[in-house]
């Protein structure tokens, strides 16, 4: 499934614990469970007095499911969305050891 302009439905982020960064983060439909495959970004901003915003960068896909490209780059679009629905689960991972440099003294 990819991402489009005309995209209304709901996605699901995900990553494991630890796994927040790079390929390791996967966005699904929450209605279907499909991957969304061509989103690049999402910026998420919360604001507690102003609208919220969530940037959305996706590459356009053309007729053979291949990223359109541009002198070598590909192609890619953002969808805002205002004030979007955004349900936050978090992980309490393993307690690190903090390091100081008061400590090697």
Do not use: W
């Amino acid at each position: 499934m990819n991402m489009t302009e005309t995209y209304r439905r709901r996605i699901r982020i995900e990553g494991g614990m630890d796994e927040t960064r790079g390929r390791r983060l996967h966005v699904y439909d929450v209605e279907t469970g499909e991957a969304i495959t061509n989103i690049m970004s999402i910026s998420i901003f919360l604001n507690a007095r102003e609208e919220s915003i969530a940037d959305v960068v996706y590459c356009e896909i053309d007729e053979n499911g291949k990223y359109k490209q541009e002198a070598g780059k590909p192609l890619a679009e953002t969808k805002r969305l205002v004030d979007p629905e955004i349900a936050v689960t978090a992980f309490e991972g393993p307690k690190r050891a903090e390091h100081s440099s008061d400590e090697e003294e």
